[in-house]
């Protein structure tokens, strides 16, 4: 389908294990993010990319790894997660971050919960 | 860090009753977005202000821009149920270098319509 996907949409984890979410466009949009929705913060940027092979920290970093060595995929992997990264994390994309007026495209969003 | 707070957080109307929201936001911006979000899924654009309009309307929806009050707000005309949802506004932050816009997220309003 077109249009941008995650998976799962769900994931139930453990402490310290190492979980990846998968995001995937069809549109060949240059940049995609990462962000997490938690109640009471809103939506905050974790990591983005601006095309293969070029990604760059946003505003909450920490414990997130991220990869793209494809246009369409970027991946997010929490090493080694923790309760604190339990939350509902969205992917966006847009084609071009060069732009103000760029509008995101996000993902349905994967509710993780690390017990 | 938040740059847009939506205000009020929460907002309970009767179908065909206009919704008003609003967003405050800290510094100089290029341009404003608003975004909604149903429950349960991903954030979807609505319209777009450059900092250089006053106002603008697309459908039931009109924004309005005061740059020197750093203030937007977001009115929904004759609401219907189907607008039961969270709305965001979204501002952009240059970063150096890269040359590339990113979106920073307020809190959002939550928006009931009661049949």
């Known amino acids: 389908d077109a249009g941008i996907t995650q998976s799962p949409r769900y994931k139930i984890t453990e402490t310290g294990r190492q979980v990846t979410l998968m995001c995937h466009q069809t549109?060949?949009?240059?940049?995609m993010f990462w962000y997490r929705q938690d109640l009471g913060h809103g939506l905050r940027l974790i990591y983005y990319?601006?095309?293969?092979?070029?990604?760059d920290k946003g505003e909450v970093p920490d414990g997130y790894v991220v990869s793209r060595s494809k246009t369409e995929n970027f991946p997010l992997t929490l090493e080694s997660a923790t309760r604190s990264q339990t939350s509902v994390y969205f992917c966006?994309?847009?084609?071009?971050?060069?732009?103000?007026?760029?509008?995101?495209?996000f993902g349905p969003g994967t509710r993780l919960t690390v017990l | 860090s938040q740059q847009g707070e939506e205000d009020p957080q929460a907002l309970s109307i009767q179908e065909g009753e206009n919704a008003t929201m609003n967003c405050s936001y800290k510094?100089?911006?290029?341009?404003l977005q608003w975004y909604r979000q149903n429950s349960g899924r991903g954030l979807v654009h609505l319209i777009l202000?450059?900092?250089?309009?006053r106002e603008k309307h697309s459908g039931r929806l009109r924004v309005t821009l005061d740059t020197s009050k750093k203030s937007s707000s977001l009115l929904i005309t004759a609401s219907r149920a189907a607008d039961t949802a969270s709305y965001f506004c979204?501002?952009?932050?240059?970063?150096?270098?890269?040359?590339?816009?990113?979106?920073?997220f307020g809190k959002g309003t939550k928006l009931s319509v009661i049949p």
């Open positions: 510094t100089s911006i290029n341009n």
């Open positions: 966006a994309s847009s084609e071009s971050g060069t732009s103000s007026t760029d509008t995101q495209y």
């Open positions: 549109w060949s949009h240059s940049y």
């Open positions: 979204a501002t952009d932050l240059a970063y150096s270098g890269a040359g590339s816009y990113q979106l920073t």
């Open positions: 990319s601006a095309a293969a092979d070029i990604t």
């Open positions: 202000i450059r900092s250089n309009e």
